[in-house]
């Protein structure tokens, strides 16, 4: 008897039904064609090409830029009983025949691969043997300049076409717009696709942005007035793990969770926060890939995420039961920071691209036509002090020679300057009182790393120089006297990077097919920030309106429920949308145009109401604004 996908479901995944619409998803997968899934956070995209993957024969191939997913999936499949295996950038030669023979002769049904592994010609070559039953592409907004987190390798996707004309594609994605959709069915010449989308409209999920002074303190509000589990959301790995301390010293239960920590401590803790030992996470935007726990009541996040996008899949981790959940966003006085400001010390422009990539190789003593498939290690503190480049800005060079397959960036975090003092705040201000560039050195370490009496902590010297204004060489031999005199414990780094470099030095040359990539990326990170900016600090548009059109989503009431819609809906009286749009329409359909102030007197309305039906009218194309700033009809 022919299995059907609810068999499978039940079988392995022990679920007696589909969540909307992944039935669908998988029938259309089933039926060859060639499928776009919009599922937004929680919606269960893996299902939709695990279980076609079980019920045709031969291998689905899942591209995937997340290794820790695919290495988490391919854990939980084997767990399962389901027989599957991934090809990463560490994968050795020998295990890559072992896994294709698996595949082609052991009955393996998921094979997943890294986009950068298309580059790779004798893979490619090797794959071709292989029978594909579909082709799978994860995180799909990759493949678009347009979308989040743009990898140029995914354009190499369209080989495997080529390879399997017969092989249906479904791309899959949680975060897409209008634009990025097409340029995603564009770059995988997706043929009589089979569109499918979900809203990004969460109606039990309550946003809130709240401009506090103390955030700690408003933490512990929202973790005792509503019930656990939560997860919250810090930036750095140390405060992680001081918070949740001081959460603990308050008899809250809570542990942390950073990308640092080994692979067997993130299961265990992992285990833990599921099983609601402790119900509380601290952690870097390193937790919640993959995870599908339905019953987060909160999640809060203590600084600015770096897009909606992201902001939107973490908060999304809330209310998966589809009961009451909080999604908080705490903003200091002081944040966020202006768009300038963040431009100026995240974006850089082709010059500087340059500067860091010629002073990289002349640093390695990387020659012409040399360095390629070759690893170099070094310290990225010295390099930038050599060159005196601002650190944040360098780093972001190398992020993005990553992402273009120039070289493969990876941190050493084992091996990082580390600083612990061992006599008390009152003796060591008392030892540099004299020297006052010394006491500015040590009142911002006291001030930047809380626990450093406590523990050997991982300190950033580069940081420490920007911060203080003073020389790294200068903050080194700081503590490297402060070091002999017995007032610390001081570990200097030696090396804290290594870059493979996946092309020969040919000067500017090699560079220079990355320079359209580059403003690409600038324009999409300027407007990304200016959406997050937007949404952080407007106080009178509903924030699931903030959302959603960024989605292209049109919401016509407000929630009623966020943050704002709290403050306001006392002060403003409830309008019919709808008989209001109409009202507008009609008096256009008799005046050609008309400005916004025109229209509020000729129509009595009040002007939020009257601005918030424009922008839907605007929205829907059913009206324009010309550049004397006045309405019309289309």
């Given at each position: 008897m022919t299995k059907k996908p609810i068999d499978i479901l039940q079988k392995y995944w022990k679920h007696t039904s589909f969540r909307e619409p992944q039935e669908e998803i998988i029938t259309s997968v089933l039926q060859k064609k060639d499928t776009f899934a919009l599922l937004p956070t929680g919606g269960g995209k893996s299902i939709c090409f695990q279980i076609p993957a079980l019920l045709l024969p031969g291998t689905c191939l899942v591209i995937s830029p997340l290794v820790a997913l695919m290495q988490d999936q391919v854990n939980n499949l084997n767990a399962l009983g389901i027989k599957a295996a991934a090809i990463v950038g560490g994968t050795s030669i020998t295990d890559i025949d072992a896994i294709l023979d698996n595949c082609l002769y052991g009955d393996y049904k998921l094979l997943y691969l890294s986009p950068e592994r298309l580059e790779q010609t004798w893979l490619l070559e090797r794959i071709e043997n292989l029978k594909v039953s579909v082709i799978a592409v994860d995180e799909a907004h990759c493949i678009s300049q347009w979308g989040n987190d743009f990898r140029p390798a995914y354009l190499k996707i369209n080989q495997l076409r080529k390879l399997f004309p017969s092989a249906p594609v479904i791309a899959l994605t949680g975060s897409a717009n209008k634009r990025v959709i097409s340029d995603i069915c564009t770059h995988l010449e997706l043929k009589d696709v089979a569109l499918f989308t979900k809203s990004f409209y969460r109606n039990n999920l309550i946003y809130g942005v709240y401009k506090v002074e103390n955030k700690e303190a408003i933490v512990e509000r929202i973790l005792q007035k509503h019930p656990f589990p939560a997860i919250i959301y810090v930036r750095s790995r140390k405060e992680t793990q001081l918070l949740a301390q001081r959460l603990n010293q308050k008899n809250f239960n809570a542990n942390f969770f950073h990308g640092g920590l080994h692979a067997f401590e993130k299961k265990k803790r992992l285990e833990d926060w599921v099983a609601e030992k402790t119900p509380i996470m601290v952690a870097t935007n390193a937790f919640g890939m993959g995870i599908d726990k339905k019953n987060v009541r909160n999640v809060i996040h203590l600084q600015l995420p770096e897009n909606l996008e992201n902001y939107y899949q973490e908060a999304g981790r809330a209310g998966r039961d589809e009961s009451k959940a909080f999604a908080s966003l705490l903003v200091s006085p002081n944040e966020p920071k202006s768009v300038a400001d963040w431009a100026k010390e995240n974006l850089f422009d082709k010059d500087f691209l340059k500067l860091v990539y010629r002073k990289l190789n002349n640093y390695l003593s990387i020659g012409l036509g040399e360095g390629f498939n070759t690893a170099y290690s070094f310290s990225f503190n010295q390099f930038c002090l050599q060159y005196n480049f601002p650190y944040t800005l360098t780093y972001n060079v190398l992020q993005f020679l990553d992402r273009q397959g120039i070289c493969k960036l990876t941190p050493n975090?084992?091996?990082?300057?580390?600083?612990?003092?061992?006599?008390?705040?009152?003796?060591?201000?008392?030892?540099?009182?004299?020297?006052?560039?010394?006491?500015?050195?040590?009142?911002?370490?006291?001030?930047?790393?809380?626990?450093?009496?406590?523990?050997?902590?991982?300190?950033?010297?580069?940081?420490?120089?920007?911060?203080t204004g003073e020389p790294l060489l200068f903050i080194q031999e700081c503590l490297q006297h402060w070091h002999q005199e017995a007032l610390c414990l001081f570990t200097p780094e030696e090396h804290d990077l290594e870059l493979t470099f996946l092309e020969a030095w040919e000067e500017d040359k090699t560079i220079y097919r990355t320079f359209p990539f580059l403003e690409q990326q600038n324009k999409l990170k300027l407007d990304q920030y200016q959406a997050i900016y937007f949404y952080a600090q407007n106080d009178d548009i509903c924030k699931n309106k903030i959302i959603l059109r960024y989605f292209d989503e049109t919401l016509e009431q407000d929630c009623g429920s966020c943050s704002t819609c709290l403050q306001t809906q006392q002060k403003k009286p409830q309008v019919n949308i709808s008989q209001v749009k109409e009202r507008v329409v009609q008096h256009l359909q008799h005046e050609q145009a008309a400005s916004a102030l025109e229209l509020e007197t000729a129509l009595n309305l009040a002007l939020p109401d009257l601005l918030l039906v424009l922008q839907i009218l605007l929205e829907q194309q059913k009206i324009k604004l010309n550049n004397k700033n006045q309405y019309s009809l289309v």
């Open positions: 975090s084992n091996n990082k300057t580390q600083l612990q003092f061992i006599v008390s705040s009152s003796e060591l201000l008392d030892y540099v009182y004299d020297n006052e560039r010394q006491e500015q050195v040590l009142l911002q370490i006291i001030r930047h790393y809380p626990g450093i009496h406590e523990y050997n902590t991982p300190i950033n010297l580069a940081y420490l120089s920007e911060q």
